[in-house]
């Protein structure tokens, strides 16, 4: 079992930067494929971006893109989401998820929430206009 812990949420202009940090419990983090998504008031919960067990591949939902960086540290079992340019549109409990991705080989994207295992309990992001 995995538990994750995010951290790094709060208010935010528009403009601004947040950087999102999700800890992982246990020793076989480099198994996981991890993935960040958000929910806002209302609104189903979506994909924002995803890592590939070894950090080495990244894939970004469009309105993300060139604004958020996911990246892991598996040495430290944390995983990252900087967030610059943040728009108010971004404001939703954001929340971070494992896979484990081991019996994939190659760089394989885990967008949908049913492909994940595990959840954090998420952190809320807000950017006032």
């Known amino acids: 079992q995995v538990q994750l812990v995010e951290s790094g949420g709060g208010l935010v202009q528009a403009g601004g930067s947040l950087r999102l940090s999700c800890a992982a419990s246990?020793?076989?983090?480099?198994?996981?494929?991890m993935g960040w998504f958000r929910q806002a008031p209302g609104k189903e919960r979506e994909f924002v971006a995803t890592?590939?067990?070894?950090?080495?591949?990244?894939y970004y939902r469009d309105s993300v893109k060139g604004r958020f960086t996911i990246s892991r540290d598996n040495a430290k079992n944390t995983m990252y989401l900087q967030m610059n340019s943040l728009k108010p549109e971004d404001t939703a409990v954001y929340y971070c998820a494992s896979k484990d991705a081991s019996i994939y080989s190659g760089s394989y994207y885990f967008r949908l929430p049913t492909d994940y295992d595990y959840w954090g309990q998420g952190t809320q992001v807000t950017v006032s206009s």
């Open positions: 890592v590939t067990r070894g950090g080495g591949s990244t």
């Open positions: 246990g020793r076989t983090f480099s198994r996981y494929a």
